[in-house]
């Protein structure tokens, strides 16, 4: 087991595409915290709505701070779950999926091989925007005269969880992966949802009266719950589940795919 | 001590409606270098993943060693096998075998040597992306050394090499097999697998058409006689009487299979007929490969 770990870090290691990915990420996530805080804390200055100062908007300095730290969440994790889903569907796009099963037969131990090999890169990944989106995300609170909460022991556990959830992420991505082992669509379907369909999705579930519980249980509410705040549930779109609620919530919808990719992979034939 | 050999027994593999593989069985033995040869969708590749567990069979068996791929402890130390086009783009060819070298049970070392073995020590820091053809086959004729394995496995490995290739495959294959070793190659080309093997296992349609040494595929290459002669009417009696195999090419010419240009030549003298041409030629191997392989074998 420990020789097909070795050998899934080894192809994750031996291409650009982790570090593509991981530079991508920072900058998408520096790029969406600085957009939204200094939308939320200038909006005053910039005449955007007469209300919409901090205060205003309803946010006590606490919600709005932990908010912010959970921006590279909401806004990040496609790319840990890319990462993941092309460490499998890569080997179907490459035909390296034939030596990979010819040195290990085992498909079963190949996929948890997979599973195991990923959380190293999440983490990395989620050390990399978290720790971009507490830098870009502080600085801006701070120059806006906003309090930080830094010096709050708290906040960094609701930090530090924001490192597990995209590690997740990232789990829940090589799942998807040995679901759908279409690079193409599985790339399609992950932008797609996560960048538009859940969006819409949680706003709209947010008005449908019946609905509203149901959106904490969406993939990325999950994943934001796990920080204990989401830019989604601040615009009025539904409360969020605990944060290891979210943790569980987020692992099962991993797990799921996992275990439809592993029915998939071990019935199918490799031609 | 003799290495493995290959049993495929009565194998079949449908896909849908489609017979890829039909009641195949034959056997690669060890010292020999096996030519797998048949037109491009005889069935095999299918075969060959079959053999390897990247395929199940629908039924029969396809056996290393008396065991199927799946049961060996450590596969690639037993068998080395390659298919065409496995390599990641963006990978340098120390990388792809650094990936495998763990799962093979060898160290970074031993990537280095398959490198050497198949003469890819210059390459081996650059991106397989801009690889040609004939160093993808040498890359992947490395992966399936990496666990110095006693069986190789190998898919179309000539196909895309120049000349100087197919004879530095030739040579390494055959002192492969002459260590005790046991190769399988797959070929849709006979001429570029001709030199290099000994036993021959012919399939099309899925079927077994011929499992034999080279050798006595040679033999089946008959002798035939081309004559001509200016009498048309004489030279037809001639052959009703002397050979009623002959086959006539037009009133005044004639293929006589299965003789020497001495026998015709005899005859025709002993019977007074006039001859303008009488030249042997012999059946090239590739044309009784295609005579076996051709959709008329079939029926």
């Given at each position: ?45 910039l ?14 300095p ?12 909401s ?20 035909r390296?999926i ?39 995300g ?12 830094l ?10 969880m ?29 932008v ?25 249980y969406?993939?990325?509410?999950a ?49 | ?5 290959i ?6 593999k ?76 963006g ?33 081996a ?34 196909n895309?090499l ?17 260590r ?5 190659l797959?070929?849709?080309l ?9 036993d021959?296992?012919?399939v ?24 001509a002669s ?20 037009s009133?005044t ?32 191997l ?9 959709q008329?074998?079939a029926?």
């Amino acid at each position: 087991m420990i020789a097909a770990i070795t050998a899934e870090v080894r192809k994750l290691s031996t291409t650009r595409l982790w570090w593509v990915l991981g530079a991508s990420l920072a900058v998408a996530v520096a790029f969406m915290v600085a957009v939204i805080v200094f939308s939320f804390t200038f909006a005053d200055e910039l005449g955007m709505s007469g209300s919409s100062d901090v205060e205003a908007s309803g946010f006590d300095p606490r919600t709005l701070a932990t908010m912010v730290y959970s921006l590279p969440v909401s806004f990040g994790y496609v790319f840990p779950a890319i990462l993941g889903a092309i460490a499998i569907t890569g080997e179907y796009r490459h035909r390296t999926i034939d030596t990979t099963l010819l040195m290990e037969p085992r498909r079963s131990r190949l996929i948890a091989a997979k599973l195991i090999a990923i959380v190293p890169f999440g983490l990395a990944y989620g050390l990399v925007a978290m720790v971009t989106g507490v830098l870009v995300g502080a600085g801006g609170l701070a120059l806006a005269g906003e309090e930080t909460f830094l010096d709050d022991p708290s906040m960094w556990g609701s930090i530090a969880m924001g490192v597990v959830a995209l590690t997740v992420w990232a789990v829940v991505g090589v799942g998807l992966g040995a679901a759908l082992p279409n690079q193409v669509i599985v790339i399609v379907i992950l932008v797609g949802w996560t960048q538009l369909v859940e969006p819409i999705l949680r706003l709209a579930f947010g008005f449908i009266e019946p609905l509203q519980g149901a959106s904490a249980y969406l993939p990325g509410a999950a994943g934001d719950a796990m920080v204990g705040a989401s830019f989604y549930s601040a615009m009025d779109s539904g409360d969020l589940l605990a944060p290891w609620a979210g943790f569980a919530v987020l692992l099962t919808y991993g797990l799921i795919a996992s275990a439809v990719g592993w029915v998939r992979m071990t019935r199918r034939d490799v031609s | 001590m003799d290495a493995p050999a290959i049993e495929i027994r009565s194998l079949t593999k449908t896909f849908g409606s489609v017979h890829a593989v039909n009641d195949l069985s034959f056997t690669a033995g060890p010292g020999r270098v096996t030519g797998f040869l048949g037109p491009n969708g005889a069935g095999k590749s299918t075969t060959l993943r079959a053999l390897v567990g990247l395929v199940t069979a629908t039924s029969g068996e396809a056996l290393i060693g008396g065991r199927p791929y799946g049961a060996l402890e450590h596969p690639a130390q037993v068998v080395g096998a390659h298919f065409e086009g496995a390599f990641h783009p963006g990978r340098s060819a120390r990388d792809h075998l650094r990936v495998y070298a763990s799962q093979a049970k060898v160290d970074t070392g031993r990537c280095d040597e398959v490198l050497a073995m198949v003469g890819l020590t210059e390459a081996a820091g650059r991106r397989v992306r801009g690889f040609s053809m004939g160093m993808r086959q040498r890359l992947g004729l490395a992966t399936a050394l990496l666990g110095d394995p006693q069986v190789l496995v190998l898919d179309e490995s000539a196909n895309g090499l120049d000349p100087a290739g197919v004879q530095w495959l030739r040579s390494f294959l055959k002192a492969f097999a002459a260590r005790g070793g046991t190769v399988l190659l797959s070929s849709h080309l006979l001429s570029e697998v001709e030199l290099t093997v000994d036993d021959v296992v012919i399939v099309a349609g899925g079927r077994l058409r011929r499992a034999c040494a080279i050798t006595d595929l040679r033999e089946e290459a008959s002798a035939q006689v081309r004559i001509a002669s200016p009498d048309g009417d004489k030279l037809t009696a001639f052959l009703r009487d002397r050979f009623p195999a002959a086959q006539a090419l037009s009133a005044t010419a004639a293929t006589v299979p299965g003789v020497t240009a001495a026998q015709v030549g005899a005859a025709a003298f002993a019977d007074g007929l006039e001859l303008h041409e009488l030249a042997e030629s012999a059946d090239s191997l590739e044309t009784v490969f295609l005579r076996l392989t051709s959709q008329e074998a079939a029926a």
